[in-house]
């Protein structure tokens, strides 16, 4: 019996792959699969052939730079060193931006580089060039690596990536070969090595710059796109919300006191009121959404804020501002009550906590000068009290006209925007599970293992698509 470490390494029978022949799949590739191999495998062997340069130039740079061995050595371990800076760097444009122009970008840098190197007449200077070159060799493999082997069949994957990594060796061979037949023969010796290096680089990046992008990047980036388009979205929607709280809660005692002359007692009698009208508004949405729907409850509540405003600000008795902080409030939190589910709903499965916690504060944040607003639009705006000498802050026509605003952006932005009612977000993966920035679903655990057969994954944005779908036919 195999040692369990070794049982450990051979994938269960239900998870290899149980594909097509090899040469099968090989025959099914198109020419733009081929294309993205060659250009992956073709900069690989660039990236190869302009580093062993000094290699192979190690006696002609000597007498060049009248310099011993472990000085010229330094120039390759400087590229080495900083390889790993321009792994960072170029990987973070790749993913961000795409493997086609990082890549050419990286070849063009490349090139660049290789081609001073054969131009340099100081020592320094070329240690210089060469510390530079091991930035932009760093970048060479991943980017070369992804646009190689990302699109192809998985049944492929394993002979290219072992075809792509001896890039390298083709690489180093064709160096030799240039160093052995053409630097002794031209006047430019050992520098020829360098400028064929560089000509061959920015061969390789006018191959990438005829292919089209990584459908899988494409995919990728679709999934991402959707993703910030929602936060943005999310952050515009907090925004409005916070306004609308902060801008009818904030300054509301300082209102009855100084606009409406109300006493300190008074003003806080009716915030209670206020806060009772809340708490009901919050809990009746929020049960009235579960069956009309998450964006009709906030706009119906939204238009009763709005119906409600005057009510709000023009009555100068306890009995009437006080209905109408409890009406205001109402509405306003009423519309907030559907937030928590309406955020956890629309939020990427994986990143449920984060999500709509980042959206809240980034909206709160901008809506955090709601009372500033206030108070300067109170010194320059004023009216008077009857019975009180001098003018006060109109602080009624002040946040009348914000609530009105405001109130107007959140219904615009509500109607505009996204709503998964009923979805099925408690079967999509953590964000530390593979697949869950895919929005996949969670594989059902209450299965025998084994007993089904594998199918593709699910997102659960498709899932609730499909369980809405079986629901219409169903009524029907």
């Known amino acids: 019996m195999a040692p369990r470490f070794l049982t450990n390494l051979i ?59 472990s000085d010229i050595t330094t120039a390759i371990t400087l590229t080495l ?30 090139a660049l580089l290789e081609l001073g190197s054969g131009f340099v007449n100081d020592f320094h200077a070329f240690l210089g060039v060469r510390a530079l ?6 970048g060479i493999w991943g980017l070369s690596a992804s646009t190689a082997l990302e699109n192809l069949p998985v049944e492929a ?40 290096g560089a000509g061959i680089s920015l ?53 009855l006191q100084q606009s409406k002359g109300f006493t300190d007692h008074n003003a806080t009698v009716a915030t209670i009121i206020g806060n009772c009208g809340a708490i009901a508004g919050g809990a009746i949405a929020g049960w009235v959404s579960q069956y009309i729907g998450r964006r009709l409850t906030i706009v119906i509540f939204v238009l009763l804020i709005g119906a409600f405003i005057p009510l709000w600000i023009l009555p100068s008795s306890f009995a009437g ?31 449920r906590a984060t ?24 010194k320059n705006l004023r009216t008077t009290i009857p019975g009180k000498e001098g003018d006060v802050p109109d602080y009624a026509t002040v946040q009348g006209i914000l609530m009105g605003v405001v109130a107007a952006f959140v219904l615009i932005i509500t109607i505009i925007g996204p709503e998964n009612h009923g979805s099925h977000f408690e079967k999509a993966k953590a964000a530390f599970e593979e697949g869950a920035g895919r929005d996949e679903l ?34 029907v």
């Open 11 to 69: 994938p269960r029978k239900e998870k290899r792959e149980e594909g097509r022949p090899l040469l099968q799949v090989l025959r099914t590739l198109t020419w733009i699969q081929w294309g993205h191999f060659f250009s992956g495998w073709l900069a690989w062997t660039c990236d190869a052939i302009d580093f062993f340069s000094v290699s192979l130039s190690v006696t002609h740079l000597k007498t060049q730079f009248n310099r011993e061995t």
């Open 81 to 110: 060193l900083l390889r790993s800076a321009g792994a960072v760097i170029f990987g973070i444009l790749s993913d961000r931006f795409g493997r086609k122009w990082p890549l050419v970008g990286n070849l063009l840098v490349v």
């Open 133 to 138: 070159f091991g930035i932009a060799m760093g």
């Open 157 to 196: 994957r394993g002979l290219a990536s072992g075809i792509l990594q001896q890039g390298y060796a083709v690489g180093y061979l064709l160096a030799a070969v240039i160093n052995l037949q053409l630097v002794p023969d031209v006047a430019a010796g050992w520098r020829a090595l360098f400028w064929t």
């Open 203 to 255: 061969f390789a990046a006018f191959i990438r710059m005829i292919l089209p992008e990584s459908e899988i990047f494409l995919r990728a980036k679709a999934i991402e796109k959707t993703h910030w388009l929602l936060c943005i979205y999310a952050v515009l929607l907090m925004t409005g919300f916070n306004f609308l709280s902060h801008g009818s809660q904030d300054l509301y005692p300082t209102y």
């Open 321 to 351: 501002l006080a209905a109408g902080a409890f009406c205001i409030q109402f509405g306003v939190q009423g519309a907030w009550g559907v937030i928590p589910i309406q955020l956890a709903e629309m939020s990427p499965p994986a990143f």
């Open 355 to 378: 999500f709509p916690g980042v959206a809240y504060q980034l909206g709160n944040m901008v809506s955090s000068a709601s009372a500033q607003i206030e108070a300067t639009g109170g």
């Open 442 to 475: 969670v594989e059902d655990v209450d299965e025998p293992h084994g007993s089904r057969s594998p199918s593709p994954p699910t997102s659960i944005r498709e899932q609730d698509v499909k369980e809405k779908t079986s629901t219409d036919i169903a009524a």
